[in-house]
């Protein structure tokens, strides 16, 4: 599970927004997924998930039916790593009125 936190400022008040990356949420057992979908419904203000899998077909429905389902082939580490470090710096620059 990776972790990142982002702050955003809006005026006066800040944001935080924690972002959980799952991996091979296919392969977790049924109640791994119900906890899944637990989390999904009480912090869906403050926490957005991304769950990775091979074969949607043994995700529960109920879980697939609070996301949105991309299908999309894998990346590269050093393309995910890429990504993420250009939009930290976008992020930055933003706030730095760069």
């Excluded at 009480?42 to 926490?47: G, I, K, L, P, V």
């Excluded at 590269?76 to 250009?86: I, S």
Aim: glycine share 2%; proline share 2%.
């Amino acid at each position: 599970m990776n972790r990142s936190t982002h702050s955003l400022e809006s005026n006066t008040y800040v944001f935080f927004i924690s972002v959980l990356i799952l991996y091979e949420v296919d392969k977790a057992p049924e109640n791994i997924q119900h906890l899944i979908k637990w989390i999904m419904d009480c912090y869906t203000d403050s926490c957005k998930l991304i769950l990775c899998c091979e074969d949607d077909s043994d995700i529960l429905e109920t879980v697939k039916n609070s996301c949105k389902v991309l299908k999309v082939d894998a990346p590269a580490t050093h393309e995910v790593r890429m990504f993420l470090l250009e939009s930290v710096y976008s992020l930055l620059g933003r706030n730095n009125g760069i």
